[in-house]
């Protein structure tokens, strides 16, 4: 007897869920688009919040930012949970990897004193930064409207605790395996001179109940404070003989590019949006000339003090980031 093996094809009697069939037509969709697209909670709510009955517990009026669509805004990295921590695994890796190599070597002890002093004075208390950031970032997962926005908030919540750990683990290599310098940081992100305007800033940004306000301030503060660390401080270091230093910068400076991809997508989803883009731009110039004045105030006894001990003109590169940031956010609202 013979047997004759054919292969036989069947068809599905559609190629993906109903909702994305809908908005996309009957084709095969990304495992992005379904962990993604229309699944906003919208409708079946019981009860509005005792704490806020004015709002739906998901609410678009929770920021005055709107899109008529938010998926009109979808992330450019197309991360959903698997490329995500794929993505973070990595990084995650060679951060360890370089501070491994910096402790095995005790190249941190082997900075030039007054590096040693910009690291344990200034940007390992910025782990209390990162921390406020983090809890900002939950904020706009809870309260943003589109999962398309939410889960990128949320992510961000996650890279920040990383970063805050990172800058943990360069203070304890700092303080020779101890965590005395964590304890100092602490200290000093609550009692120096140089950093409670940074820290006042981030306190206030907890009371923003806006969600999108929120996040254009904390981009702007990001966008000061890590082009000052973690770039033009780096450059300073390589010059400085303070390698080490750059080593860890690299890393931060990394995610931050990676960070701006899905802000600066939102922004220019906001502006461009047919209904809601004029009020958009308004308010979003006017949100970053009034987040800039603000964390200009705060970061410049930050820069004053790291001048203090380099000499690595700080100062005049947090003004012209600002300047950056000003003439970047004027273009795309015009």
């Known amino acids: 007897m013979q047997y004759e093996l054919r292969t036989q094809v069947i068809e599905p009697p559609r190629k993906t869920?109903?909702?994305?069939?809908?908005?996309?037509?009957?084709?095969?969709?990304?495992?992005?688009?379904?962990?993604?697209?229309?699944?906003?909670?919208?409708?079946?709510?019981?009860?509005?919040?005792?704490?806020?009955?004015?709002?739906?517990?998901?609410?678009?009026?929770?920021?005055?930012?709107?899109?008529?669509?938010?998926?009109?805004?979808?992330?450019?990295?197309?991360?959903?949970?698997?490329?995500?921590?794929?993505?973070?695994?990595?990084?995650a890796d060679a951060v360890a990897s370089t501070l491994d190599y910096l402790d095995s070597r005790g190249l941190l002890a082997r900075l030039p004193e007054e590096w040693s002093?910009?690291?344990?004075?200034?940007?390992?208390?910025?782990?209390?930064?990162?921390?406020?950031?983090?809890?900002?970032?939950?904020?706009?997962?809870r309260f943003g409207f589109g999962t398309t926005i939410t889960q990128c908030a949320a992510y961000a919540a996650f890279d920040r605790i990383g970063n805050a750990q990172a800058l943990s683990r360069v203070g304890i290599a700092l303080g020779g395996g101890t965590a005395e310098l964590l304890a100092d940081a602490k200290t000093r992100w609550v009692e120096d001179a140089a950093l409670q305007g940074l820290r006042r800033y981030v306190e206030e940004l907890f009371l923003e109940k806006d969600w999108g306000k929120a996040l254009v301030r904390l981009d702007v503060a990001d966008r000061l404070i890590?082009?000052?660390?973690?770039?033009?401080?780096?450059?300073?270091?390589?010059?400085?003989g303070a390698g080490s230093y750059s080593l860890v910068a690299q890393h931060l400076s990394s995610w931050f590019k990676d960070q701006r991809k899905w802000v600066d997508a939102l922004y220019k989803a906001w502006v461009a949006d047919p209904e809601t883009g004029a009020a958009n731009k308004a308010l979003l110039a006017a949100s970053t000339v009034e987040a800039l004045e603000a964390a200009l105030v705060a970061l410049r006894p930050v820069a004053a003090r790291v001048d203090e001990l380099v000499a690595a003109g700080a100062a005049e590169s947090l003004e012209s980031t600002a300047t950056t940031v000003r003439d970047a956010v004027a273009t795309l609202t015009a």
Request: hydrophobic content about 35%; proline content about 6%.
């Open 17 to 91: 869920f109903t909702h994305l069939v809908a908005r996309y037509g009957d084709r095969p969709a990304s495992r992005y688009e379904e962990g993604s697209i229309d699944i906003q909670a919208k409708e079946n709510f019981h009860y509005r919040p005792l704490w806020d009955p004015g709002h739906e517990i998901y609410d678009e009026a929770f920021s005055a930012f709107r899109l008529t669509d938010p998926y009109s805004f979808t992330d450019p990295r197309q991360f959903y949970y698997a490329p995500y921590v794929t993505s973070r695994a990595a990084m």
């Open 117 to 141: 002093a910009v690291l344990g004075e200034l940007v390992v208390p910025l782990r209390h930064y990162e921390s406020g950031a983090q809890m900002v970032s939950c904020e706009v997962a």
């Open 226 to 240: 890590y082009s000052l660390f973690y770039t033009h401080l780096d450059d300073a270091a390589i010059d400085g």
